[in-house]
C-alpha cells in the first residue's frame, strides 16, 4: 500500500491525518488476518523513526526519505515524488522478484508512484481517490482556495494508468466516471467501514462524568480537521443562531470540537477560536486536541447530536463512529454522507448557519425522533464493518489479478466468485 503524504501512525484528526488514514490501518490489519502479507509505504516526517515499523502481525510501515521531514506541505510534496519513488525502489531492491503481487494507492500522490511501481514490477495497480479536486472545487467553501489544476492533470492521468479504481460510493464512482473519464468496467465500490468493536453505544452519563461534562449538558460534537472543507464555521455559527432561538440553553449548550489545524485552515490557524469570541460563544465552545479511538469513543457516546457539515465528503468515517457509538446525526447532503448517515439521522441541504440552527434545534426538541434515530443508528452502522469492506476489497484484489494474469473471467459473476488463488 502506498500513503505517500501521510503516515498510517499519525494521530487522526490534525494535519493532514483524517479518515484516509483510518482507512489504511483497519484494511491493512485486517488483509493481514486473512493471510495477506501488507506493507506500507510513507514519507518519513521524522528522523528519530525508524525505518521499518511493524503496524500489527503482517503489517510493515516503511518510512522513505523524499524531501526534509519538517516544513514541507502537501502542495509541496510533487516535486518529491520522484525522490520517494526511488527510495521505494531501492527498499524493494532486498526482497526477491515478484515479492510483491499488487500496489493499492491512496490519494493522488501515492497514485502517481504507484503507476510507476506497477509497471516496473508488472502487477496491478488499485488506487482510490478518498478526494477528488474537481468534485472539492465545485463545492469549495466561501473564501476557500481552488485545488490546483497540476493536481487535476495528477488525478487523471491515475485514472486512466490504473488497473481498478476504487470508489467509496455509488456517486464517486459516477464522478470518476463523469469528471475523469473512467472506464465504469474498471470502477468498483467498496464502502468504507468502522471499527465495531471501539465505536459502541455506552453510558452517555458516564462518558459525560469521565469528559467533564454534565448530565444536562446538551452536547454538539464535531470531530476532525479544522479547515473549511469540513466547515466547523457553519456549526459555531449555527450555535450561535439557536441560542438567539433560545437563549436559556445558553448555560447548558456545550459544542466541543475535536481536531486541528489542517490544509486550507492552516493559513489562519487561530480563526476559529476568533469566530467563537466574536459571537460570545466562549462559554460555549470546548476545544479539544485529537484523541485515541476509545477516548473518542466516549466523546460520541456523550454526545447528543454529532454535526458533520462538510462542503465535501467521499464517505464520512465520522458519520459511521457516531451512529455505531449511538449518537444521533445531522449531517449535509453531499457527497457520500447520505450513505453513511441512512436513515439514523437527519440531512441538510446547504450551509446557511440559521438552517442548521432550525434543524439542530427542531431535533433536539423532539424527544421521540431523537429516541429513534439514536436506537437506529447502532443498527445501521453494523452494516458498515471493516471486515465486510476488506472482504469486498479482496475481491476487487482478486479480479485485478485474474485479469492481469489472462485468466478467464465471467463478466457476469460477482467480485466474490472470482478464484481464490490468485489473492495477492
Not at 493499492?104 to 514490477?121: C, E, T
Request: proline share 7%.
Amino acid at each position: 500500500m502506498l500513503s505517500v503524504h501521510t503516515s498510517p501512525l499519525e494521530q487522526p484528526g490534525t494535519g493532514d491525518a483524517g479518515g484516509m488514514n483510518v482507512y489504511v490501518v483497519e484494511t491493512a490489519r485486517r488483509l493481514a488476518q486473512r493471510g495477506v502479507e501488507v506493507e506500507i509505504f510513507t514519507r518519513a516526517t521524522d528522523g528519530a523513526q525508524d525505518e521499518v515499523v511493524e503496524l500489527a502481525p503482517g503489517v510493515l510501515v516503511h518510512h522513505i526519505p523524499a524531501g526534509p521531514y519538517e516544513g514541507l506541505a502537501k502542495d509541496d510534496l510533487p516535486g518529491q515524488l520522484c525522490a520517494f519513488a526511488a527510495g521505494m525502489m531501492r527498499t524493494a531492491m532486498a526482497q526477491p522478484e515478484h515479492w510483491y503481487d499488487l500496489v493499492h494507492s491512496h490519494y493522488w500522490l501515492s497514485g502517481q508512484v504507484g503507476w510507476l511501481a506497477a509497471d516496473r514490477w508488472n502487477i496491478p495497480l488499485v488506487h482510490t481517490m478518498h478526494t477528488m479536486a474537481r468534485v472539492k472545487n465545485a463545492e469549495l467553501a466561501e473564501g476557500d482556495r481552488a485545488e490546483p489544476m497540476g493536481r487535476e492533470i495528477g488525478e487523471a492521468q491515475v485514472v486512466q494508468a490504473a488497473s481498478t479504481m476504487v470508489a467509496n460510493t455509488n456517486l464517486e464512482a459516477s464522478q470518476l466516471e463523469d469528471l475523469y473519464d473512467a472506464d465504469p468496467q474498471r470502477v468498483h465500490v467498496v464502502h468504507p467501514g468502522v471499527d465495531l468493536d471501539v465505536f459502541t453505544p455506552g453510558d452517555q452519563d458516564a462518558a459525560r462524568e469521565h469528559l467533564g461534562l454534565s448530565s444536562d449538558d446538551v452536547v454538539l460534537l464535531f470531530v476532525g480537521r479544522i479547515q473549511p472543507l469540513k466547515a466547523p464555521d457553519v456549526l459555531v455559527r449555527a450555535a450561535a443562531e439557536l441560542l438567539k432561538q433560545q437563549p436559556e440553553l445558553r448555560d447548558r449548550l456545550v459544542v466541543a470540537i475535536l481536531g486541528g489545524p489542517s490544509g486550507s485552515g492552516l493559513e489562519h490557524p487561530e480563526s476559529l477560536q476568533e469566530l467563537v469570541v466574536e459571537l460570545g460563544l466562549s462559554d460555549n465552545v470546548r476545544f479539544e486536541p485529537p484523541v485515541s479511538r476509545p477516548e473518542l469513543a466516549r466523546w460520541y457516546q456523550s454526545a447528543d447530536l454529532a454535526i458533520v457539515p462538510s462542503h465535501s465528503e467521499s464517505f464520512g468515517l465520522v458519520a459511521i463512529e457516531a451512529l455505531a457509538s449511538g449518537s444521533p446525526v445531522v449531517a449535509a447532503r453531499v457527497g457520500g454522507l447520505p450513505i453513511a448517515v441512512g436513515d439514523a439521522g437527519v440531512l441538510v441541504d446547504g450551509h446557511d448557519p440559521q438552517d442548521w440552527a432550525r434543524v439542530i434545534g427542531e431535533t433536539l426538541a423532539d424527544t421521540d425522533k431523537m429516541a429513534a434515530l439514536a436506537a437506529r443508528a447502532p443498527e445501521h452502522a453494523a452494516e458498515f464493518g471493516w471486515d465486510r469492506s476488506v472482504d469486498d476489497l479482496l475481491a476487487v484484489y482478486r479480479l485485478a489479478c485474474a485479469e492481469r494474469s489472462g485468466a478467464p473471467i465471467n463478466g457476469s459473476a460477482s467480485l466474490t466468485d472470482i478464484p481464490t488463488a490468485v489473492v495477492p
